[in-house]
Nanobody
Framework: QVQLVESGGGLVQAGGSLRLSCAAS????????MGWFRQAPGKEREFVAA????????YYADSVKGRFTISRDNNKNTVYLQMNSLNAEDTADYYC???????????????WGQGTQVTVSS
């Protein structure tokens, strides 16, 4: 069992930056691939970024490539999402997820956090 707790969301102006964190419980964090997903009001949950257990492989949605960076610190059981050049379309609830392999498919992640809200004002 893995418990995930996101933090770092908030209100930011367009063009600004935020760093989200996701802290995981358990002693096997490095064995899990981690993903970030987001869900805007009235829209389906969508993939944002993912990172392999060792951190050597990353995936990004085209909409965030070049602006967002996913990273992890396995000593701290934490995965991060650095978000730069934010715009109004990035407004959503952001969720981290853990799974056994890196993938862009939400259904293949087993554990989910409760989410953290990001609001970008234009």
């Amino acid at each position: 069992q893995v418990q995930l707790v996101e933090s770092g969301g908030g209100l930011v102006q367009a063009g600004g930056s935020l760093r989200l964190s996701c802290a995981a419980s358990g002693r096997t964090f490095s064995s899990y691939a981690m993903g970030w997903f987001r869900q805007a009001p009235g829209k389906e949950r969508e993939f944002v970024a993912a990172i392999s257990g060792g951190g050597g492989t990353t995936y990004y949605a085209d909409s965030v490539k070049g602006r967002f960076t996913i990273s992890r610190d396995n000593n701290k059981n934490t995965v991060y999402l650095q978000m730069n050049s934010l715009n109004a379309e990035d407004t959503a609830d952001y969720y981290c997820a853990a799974g056994t392999r890196i993938t862009v498919v939400a259904g293949q992640y087993y554990y989910w956090g409760q989410g953290t809200q990001v609001t970008v004002s234009s």
